[in-house]
């Protein structure tokens, strides 16, 4: 069995006679690896279940057509904390709700003043 330090890719050298940081540097860096190895295995089942799901209706006979459709693009990136890049017609989406938003805030706020308005000429 290998030492500890020698299975995550240090040398005794390093080890014995190198940074005394660099234990930490090696055991990070596995760490790191371990993580990313498990991702791309949790992102290929997720692959898998969804081309389960999208040719589970032709091994049905009662089915007609498709239930589920497959992703267009890429479900996650490479990049970490970073998933599939947004389409135009999403960014396009999220500028039209954010305008909605805007103009709601704009209705509001005027509606308020015009109530102050109509109720200091009342004289109320």
């Known amino acids: 069995m290998l030492p500890d330090y020698m299975a995550i890719g240090m040398s005794a050298e390093e080890f014995w006679h190198g940074d005394f940081r660099l234990a930490g540097a090696y055991r990070k860096a596995e760490e790191i690896r371990r993580e990313n190895r498990y991702a ?54 999220e500028r039209m709700w954010a305008i909605a938003e805007h103009i709601a805030a704009m209705a509001e706020n005027a509606n308020a003043r015009l109530a102050e308005r109509l109720a200091s000429e009342n004289g109320e």
């Open 40 to 93: 791309a295995e949790w992102r290929a089942g997720v692959y898998t279940f969804e081309a389960l799901l999208t040719a589970s209706p032709a091994f049905r006979e009662l089915t007609r057509g498709l239930d589920h459709e497959y992703p267009e693009r890429p479900i996650f990136s490479t990049v970490p904390g970073k998933t599939r890049g947004k389409t135009e017609e999403e960014r396009q989406e």
